[in-house]
């Protein structure tokens, strides 16, 4: 079974229930993901792994949404959610035609060789000045703690990256304009990155 497909049986509802998780690094990181994300408008998104649009709702006002899910029954938002892989997506749409590719929570399913491709994907989807916007979970503090109990207590396979292999991948899929900012969990524990590339 695909690390992916541990949604198939859930609902949006079930997928909203929240968890210790949601308190210890969620809603920390959320006090500087959510008013980055608010100020995001007037594009052309591709929203990668949206599942119950927690925040894609963010972006709907000011911006046209499309997104594409493994697990597209998860999205009940008025957009449309094509079934699909992060790794394929730049067959959905025109080459160079997006403002951005964005993607929260979505990039721990992604193994090295994944993750270098959902790159080169969303490299070939974002017009000239269109940036890649996504989370990445750190290989530092809660983010170890999350990928390595993901993986003995849940038998989920799930990753993590350091900021250099982020940077490597990303140049290697011809991003040029690189920022890595951390967002940090409980008690300023390191937890994960917002990645903004163009
Ligand atoms: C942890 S949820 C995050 C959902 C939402 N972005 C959020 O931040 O609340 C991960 C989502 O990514 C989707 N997903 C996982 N691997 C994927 C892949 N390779 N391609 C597309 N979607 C994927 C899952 O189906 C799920 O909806």
């Given amino acids: 079974m695909a690390n992916y497909d541990r949604y198939k049986a859930q609902t949006a509802e079930s997928y909203e229930n929240r968890c210790l998780m949601d308190y210890l690094v969620r809603i920390p990181s959320d006090r500087k993901l959510i008013p980055f994300i608010s100020q995001i408008k007037g594009g052309k998104i591709l929203d990668v792994g949206p599942g119950s649009g927690r ?3 963010l972006l709907l006002n000011d911006n046209e949404v499309v997104g594409i899910d493994r697990n597209p029954h998860l999205c009940r938002l008025p957009i449309k959610v094509h079934q699909g892989d992060a790794t394929q997506l730049a067959q959905l749409v025109e080459a160079h035609s997006l403002d951005m590719v964005f993607s929260t929570w979505m990039t721990e399913y992604l193994n090295p060789q994944q993750l270098s491709t959902f790159f080169q994907q969303a490299r070939i989807a974002i017009k000239q ?25 849940r038998g989920v396979s799930k990753y993590n990256y350091s900021k250099r292999e982020l940077q490597d991948k990303l140049r290697e899929a011809g991003f040029k304009e690189i920022s890595i900012v951390n967002l940090s969990s409980w008690l300023g524990i390191p937890w994960a990155y917002l990645v903004i590339a163009g």
């Fill in 129 to 153: 000045g269109g940036e890649l916007v996504t989370t990445i979970i750190s290989k530092k503090g809660f983010g170890f703690l999350y990928i390595t109990a993901a993986g003995l207590l």
């Fill in 55 to 57: 925040y894609t709702k």
